[in-house]
């Protein structure tokens, strides 16, 4: 069956570019391997972009981040806490089954799964009505305006084939479950897994029944994992392969001198920051017994005081970073102007710190991915040392994104001190931010599952709720600005930057740079 698909595959890909010679193979390489390929089991961009090729939610966006359908035609708010989805007909799985309403209730109860990562995708959705084979009502709790934000990256999976394959259960990466569909897929996208080697590549070929008309040249993708940031340039700049994400920003102007090379640079919506445990009654590889510095807020604010935000720009981001004052990109939020950052002043934070009780300051660990951001092991590496001229001794330790993330998740133990985090609201909204990293942490509601500080205020967790049903623009937007003053008053993490975007490719290469740094393939010719 395999075989049958691969040449069908190449057969239709053939027809859709008008011949077997302008058809091309496109060979990438990212700094990390997708995660899984359960489309359920994490909430992480690459991962999620990755598999916006193979599976599809009701709805996508286009290269400039608009709405756009995709597995429904239309939806409309026919009552205020019922959301009807008028679902594409004719449209079929890789292996031929065919999508409908069935699909969407079994997704549905797959991603409200306690263990699914990507469970805020429906939080307050208390149940989803089957009107017929290809009309679906989602109900809600409350009015919801936003319902469908982040449906883009909610991925329909087949019920059949999930069923008959034991994958109605999410798999769960920090508890170590895998699920069938954790190595295997089975989607709608306009991409299908030829071949997988999990940390070595990944093939993929057209879909010959995609429901949609293919705007690239391929017949081919061969995504290869490069950890190494020279080797990831150097495969670039000879050719092995057309295209790689991300060039490290000081490699930017080698790439853009190399003949048939160049670098495409971009704004990101991600927002870098740090993450303090708040929670602990005793702060975890301290040398402070007995206490958690970390909860006194003078210690907090003496953190943010002695990061010297404009050198890491300078000296590491090579200007490629806008320094944050919140927790969300200020092209998403009208009112972030009247937000600004706690100024650098080392004798500030010292003082801070001897008013806290520690004027000898105090020994804890700092967490890091070393292949998930932007130079993020640099970024770590240089707080580490300003935090210890203030008298913050910190041990770095450094660590490949798939053990870092396992080890923080609270499942996996939340193991940490503090460490570095980067997000960007897959709805493009505020809401997003303070649902997911400011409010209490409460699972069972799927609220603050990221919120890896602990961080809780009973006035937040109120307004993330008044501004999730809040339909009017000037009260929501005043909800908003007023839980990020509390947040930010409080230091409840401490922003530093929205990165920007450096794509390398080859000059033969045509594609799109979405903001969300997610990648679509059907996007892509290469001449």
């Not at 004719?90 to 306690?114: C, P």
Request: net charge negative.
């Amino acid at each position: 069956m395999r075989k049958a698909f691969t040449a069908l595959a190449v057969a239709a890909a053939v027809v859709a570019s008008g011949g077997l010679a302008d058809a091309k193979t496109f060979k990438w390489g990212f700094q990390t391997d997708t995660s899984s390929l359960d489309p359920h089991a994490h909430n992480v961009t690459f991962t999620l972009g990755f598999l916006g090729n193979v599976y599809e939610g009701l709805v996508r966006r286009d290269a400039d981040l608009q709405f756009e359908p995709g597995l429904a035609v239309k939806w409309e708010n026919v009552e205020p806490t019922r959301w009807r989805f008028h679902l594409r007909q004719g449209v079929k799985f890789h292996n031929g089954n065919d999508f409908n309403a069935d699909d969407v209730i079994f997704s549905f109860e797959r991603t409200n799964n306690e263990d699914a990562n990507l469970r805020g995708r429906v939080v307050g959705i208390t149940e989803v009505v089957k009107v017929d084979d290809y009309t679906v009502d989602f109900i809600t709790e409350k009015p919801n305006p936003i319902i469908y934000y982040e449906w883009d990256t909610w991925f329909m999976m087949d019920k059949e084939w999930s069923e008959a394959n034991g994958a109605t259960t999410p798999t769960n990466l920090s508890k170590g479950v895998e699920s069938f569909a954790a190595h295997n897929a089975n989607g709608t996208g306009a991409f299908m897994i030829k071949e997988r080697q999990t940390d070595v590549k990944t093939v993929l070929v057209p879909n010959p029944n995609w429901w949609d008309t293919p705007q690239h040249n391929l017949t081919e993708v061969i995504m290869t994992p490069i950890g190494q940031d020279a080797t990831r340039v150097a495969a670039l700049l000879s050719g092995e392969v057309d295209m790689v994400y991300p060039v490290p920003v000081q490699d930017i102007d080698r790439v853009n001198s190399n003949s048939g090379t160049s670098v495409m640079v971009g704004p990101e919506l991600r927002t870098i920051f740090l993450y303090m445990d708040l929670f602990r009654d005793e702060l975890l590889y301290s040398n402070v017994k007995g206490k958690n510095p970390f909860k006194d807020l003078k210690v907090r604010q003496a953190m943010y005081h002695a990061i010297d935000i404009e050198a890491i720009k300078k000296k590491i981001m090579r200007g490629l970073s806008d320094p944050s004052a919140i927790m969300i990109s200020p092209k998403l939020f009208d009112k972030s102007e009247g937000f600004t950052r706690l100024e650098y002043n080392r004798d500030k934070a010292k003082a801070l710190l001897a008013e806290a009780g520690y004027p000898d300051g105090f020994e804890t660990r700092m967490d890091c991915p070393n292949d998930r951001y932007v130079n993020d092991e640099q970024i770590c590496q240089a707080i580490v040392s300003m935090l210890a001229k203030v008298g913050i001794k910190s041990t770095l330790v450094a660590e490949p994104k798939a053990k870092y993330f396992a080890r923080i998740a609270p499942k996996g133990g939340s193991d940490y001190a503090f460490g570095l985090l980067g997000w960007t609201p897959g709805s493009f909204d505020s809401w997003n931010v303070i649902w997911n990293l400011l409010a209490t942490p409460t699972p069972d509601m799927g609220r603050g599952l990221y919120n890896y500080s602990g961080y809780s205020n009973a006035r937040v967790d109120e307004l993330a709720e008044l501004i999730g049903v809040e339909t009017d623009k000037a009260k929501r937007d005043a909800l908003i600005e007023e839980a990020f003053k509390i947040t930010t008053s409080d230091v409840a993490t401490i922003p530093l930057h929205q990165q920007a975007l450096a794509w390398g490719k080859s000059d033969k290469v045509e594609l799109k740079q979405r903001a969300d740094n997610q990648f679509r393939f059907y996007y892509v010719n290469v001449k």
